[in-house]
């Protein structure tokens, strides 16, 4: 039990925000799950928290914060609220959250959490030392993994698919190497060269050389890895936008 991960999607604890969002659940039932789970032997626990939601402040981050804190849990993933054109929010004409309101969130969160002893291995996720997400290290490490039921994805054999509602895989367009390169420059681990090469062919190092150059004070290359500072993970888009050929930014 104390191996498998259980994680729980609480979001926020405070219940205005939660309602706002069109969450069933409560801050107290989120609580009692935890409590609930502990009590079954499960210690290995993880929750979600979102910020940058719609009214929300950085006083309300920080409350969410401190209590996952008091919970001391050993795994916490915490994303910034992305609003698509297709979604609720999107068609609802929800405005995304101030960006100089979501940096300073984002930068008090981390500031918060790795004085408290977490480390920040992946642009949204912490854990307590050695405590990291052995599902998620899949994704970005590059290694294939399963996908059960509708709605689901997986990849094998380096192929992407999603599981419809009829329960059929259904393979999707996959960019292996970018892939690659973009997940694992998530994470504090970085790409392994050596296998990169091996497996795709080619040297990233030695194809985006510009890139690396242009971005050279976030970059390190250290016992056969490239990846990135915690500063250089926090622009990862802005970098794999310039990695991307010419054609595929019209």
């Avoid at 950085?58 to 992305?82: A, C, G, N, T």
Wanted: contains cysteine; proline residues 4%.
């Amino acid at each position: 039990r104390s191996v498998n991960r259980i994680s729980m999607g609480v979001q926020t604890f405070d219940d205005r925000l939660l309602k706002s969002i069109g969450r069933r659940h409560s801050a107290q039932k989120a609580r009692e799950a935890v409590e609930i789970l502990r009590r079954a032997g499960f210690e290995n626990l993880s929750i979600d928290l979102i910020f940058g939601l719609p009214g929300q402040t950085l006083k309300d981050v920080e409350r969410d914060v401190m209590e996952f804190l008091q919970m001391d849990l050993p795994h916490l993933s915490i994303y910034s609220l992305q609003i698509e054109p297709e979604s609720v929010f999107g068609k609802q004409g929800v405005h995304p959250c101030d960006e100089d309101l979501e940096a300073d969130m984002f930068e008090w969160i981390i500031r918060t959490l790795k004085e408290s002893g977490y480390e920040h291995y992946e642009i949204s996720s912490f854990a307590k030392p050695g405590r990291y997400s052995q599902h998620n290290l899949a994704y970005w490490q590059d290694r294939d993994f399963f996908g059960f039921g509708p709605g689901a994805s997986g990849r094998e054999q380096g192929q992407r698919y999603h599981i419809d509602s009829r329960g059929q895989r259904i393979p999707e367009e996959t960019d292996g190497p970018f892939e690659a390169l973009m997940m694992g420059l998530r994470t504090q681990f970085g790409v392994d060269l050596s296998s990169f090469r091996e497996k795709y062919g080619w040297d990233p190092g030695r194809r985006y050389a510009d890139v690396i150059k242009r971005y050279a004070p976030h970059f390190c290359e250290q016992d056969g890895r490239l990846f990135l500072d915690e500063n250089g993970r926090e622009i990862l888009n802005t970098i794999l936008v310039d990695m991307l050929p010419e054609e595929s930014c019209e």
